[in-house]
């Protein structure tokens, strides 16, 4: 296996969003309330996309930066923050599990219809943007661990996996082939240096 690391400068071009196959949970107290709660990342549960396999190790969050992060629909920018840790409507817990979400939306039209479709199980998945600091991959079974996650940047209420509607996926696999021929170009260079010492070896 090869762990990597990403420098600082890096860290805006690499921002990722991850699909958890958690079905959000709808919580609510009285008929005005709007609650939501759900997980948006599992740990140590291997996530196999098309031979691609994922997983988010469980002391990934140590350290992360989890300042000011918001609820949005979809990673959509453009649209209005569903709550946000910044006024305590979001709130965000790390356990055993994995990071569980409690957020409590205020009383608008959008989220009406999102809290709505959650209600109904139209909408019942959940994501997570971030940037990955240190990783681990195994180029025999196609698999990369997420160690360290340097950044949060938002959680996200999702209607289609990002797998299946976003180039995340192509360029995960990618970063791979690219690992892969890092990895066998330094065994090759390494192969032609033990062959040239046994050259030399040879005609002492």
């Known amino acids: 296996?090869?762990?990597?690391?990403?420098?600082?400068?890096?860290?805006?071009?690499?921002?990722?969003?991850?699909?958890?196959?958690?079905?959000?949970?709808?919580?609510?107290?009285?008929?005005?309330?709007?609650?939501?709660?759900g997980y948006a990342v599992v740990f140590d549960t291997p996530a196999t996309q098309c031979g691609f396999t994922e997983t988010i190790d469980k002391n990934a969050f140590n350290g992360a930066d989890l300042k000011d992060v918001p609820l949005r629909y979809n990673h959509n920018n453009e649209t209005l923050i569903m709550a946000r840790t910044r006024n305590n409507s979001l709130t965000?817990?790390?356990?055993d599990k994995g990071l569980f979400i409690h957020a409590e939306l205020i009383d608008t039209q959008s989220n009406r219809d999102?809290?709505?479709?959650?209600?109904?199980?139209?909408?019942?998945?959940?994501?997570?943007?971030f940037t990955a600091s240190e990783d681990q991959w195994d180029y025999d079974t196609c698999s990369r661990t997420v160690l360290e996650i340097d950044k949060l940047y938002d959680v996200s209420v999702v209607d289609t996996p990002f797998y299946d509607t976003t180039s995340i996926y192509a360029?995960?696999?990618?970063?791979?082939?690219?690992?892969?021929?890092?990895?066998?170009?330094?065994?090759?260079?390494?192969?032609?240096?033990?062959?040239?010492?046994?050259?030399?070896?040879?005609?002492?």
């Not at 969003?17 to 005005?32: G, L």
């Not at 965000?92 to 356990?95: E, G, R, S, V, Y």
């Not at 999102?114 to 943007?129: E, H, N, R, T, V």
């Not at 892969?180 to 033990?194: A, C, F, G, V």
Request: hydrophobic letters at 35%.
């Open 92 to 95: 965000l817990t790390i356990d």
């Open 1 to 37: 296996m090869a762990k990597s690391k990403t420098n600082n400068k890096e860290f805006e071009d690499k921002k990722e969003m991850r699909f958890a196959e958690i079905r959000a949970v709808v919580q609510a107290e009285d008929d005005k309330l709007m609650v939501i709660e």
């Open 171 to 204: 360029r995960a696999l990618g970063e791979l082939d690219n690992h892969k021929r890092s990895l066998d170009s330094e065994k090759t260079q390494q192969l032609e240096i033990e062959k040239y010492k046994t050259q030399i070896l040879m005609k002492g």
């Open 114 to 129: 999102i809290y709505k479709s959650i209600q109904s199980g139209l909408l019942d998945k959940m994501s997570f943007a």
